[in-house]
């Protein structure tokens, strides 16, 4: 199977009530961790890549990792662009394969961000590319965007659902509380904005800053709608810890593969309990 867009596995996971992981890789290794949990586990997925990664790697690059990884692959899986606020970028990634993007431009005045989106649905829309845009502003840091707590705002269902109208995105993104990074203390989850946007409308949402999220709270939700749920900042733990975990307990050892394989099983380790966690396992 080769790589296709998000919409068809999110309006799948949406209608039956599970969530399909959106894992940030980093780079060659990570992305082949979360092709093979997939695989293992027979679960779509969406390999997460973030504006500074893919400037870091190349389009080219990361896009030909892509579909080398998926070519041959039983499962659905797509590459999508977490979090740009660029067109151009955009662009670029669609013209180099990329199935599946996401505009950013939540802090723009509510009429600019509709503007913006409807221009990255001109562009996407005849390649076949599945899109995703964010109303309010998600709190943390992610990328090279950081949302200092007291600006990061809620959603306004009314709004929403005004734009999802004006702008039919595959996927959409609420802030509805929830942070990028590491949580500093509970966060305070607005369950009812969530609710009242899932009834009004059927399009899969996306739950950002799922890192540190309680049980309680990612299956609720699941139940609210939310078919995408993004896992980068546990990634980053993983991908470090499995590297340096490895050479500390074997410090006389310089073998560098060691260390890669090491690495690599820590993140495929995390991306397993997350699909299963979220109940796409054998939903491919």
């Keep these: 199977m080769t790589l296709v867009n998000m919409s068809a596995m999110l309006q799948k996971a949406r209608k039956n009530g599970y969530a399909v992981g959106a894992f940030n890789i980093?780079?060659?290794?990570?992305?082949?961790?979360?092709?093979?949990?997939?695989?293992?586990?027979?679960?779509?997925?969406?390999?997460?890549?973030?504006?500074?990664?893919?400037?870091f790697w190349g389009f080219s690059t990361m896009a030909s990792w892509g579909r080398e990884l998926c070519e041959n692959v039983p499962v659905p899986v797509a590459i999508h662009l977490d979090h740009c606020k660029d067109v151009d970028v955009i662009k670029n990634c669609i013209e180099a394969g990329w199935t599946s993007v996401m505009i950013d431009a939540s802090?723009?005045?509510?009429?600019?961000?509709?503007?913006?989106?409807?221009?990255?649905?001109?562009?996407?829309?005849?390649?076949?590319?599945?899109?995703?845009?964010?109303?309010?502003?998600?709190?943390?840091?992610?990328?090279?965007?950081?949302v200092e707590?007291?600006?990061?705002?809620?959603?306004?269902p009314v709004k929403a659902i005004y734009f999802l109208k004006e702008a039919p995105?595959?996927?959409?993104?609420?802030?509805?509380?929830?942070?990028?990074?590491i949580y500093k203390g509970k966060p305070k989850i607005a369950f009812d904005r969530l609710k009242t946007i899932s009834q009004k409308n059927r399009v899969p949402l996306a739950l950002h800053g799922g890192t540190g999220l309680s049980e309680e709270?990612?299956?609720?939700?699941i139940s609210l709608g939310c078919a995408k749920v993004n896992i980068s900042t546990q990634l980053k733990y993983a991908?470090?810890?499995g590297f340096v975990n490895y050479h500390y307990?074997?410090?006389d050892e310089y073998n560098p593969l060691n260390e890669l394989k090491a690495q690599y099983t820590r993140v495929k380790e995390a991306v397993k309990s997350n699909i299963k966690f979220f109940g796409s396992e054998n939903r491919a």
């Design 26 to 55: 980093l780079d060659y290794n990570s992305m082949k961790a979360v092709v093979d949990a997939a695989v293992e586990l027979k679960s779509p997925v969406i390999i997460q890549t973030s504006v500074k990664t893919v400037k």
């Design 107 to 146: 802090s723009m005045p509510f009429e600019e961000n509709l503007a913006a989106t409807r221009i990255v649905l001109e562009l996407a829309r005849p390649q076949g590319v599945s899109v995703e845009a964010e109303l309010g502003e998600i709190g943390g840091a992610e990328d090279e965007i950081r």
């Design 149 to 156: 707590d007291e600006d990061a705002h809620l959603v306004d």
């Design 169 to 181: 995105v595959d996927c959409f993104a609420p802030a509805i509380g929830t942070a990028h990074g």
């Design 217 to 221: 709270v990612f299956k609720k939700c």
């Design 239 to 241: 991908f470090i810890d």
């Design 249 to 251: 307990e074997n410090p």
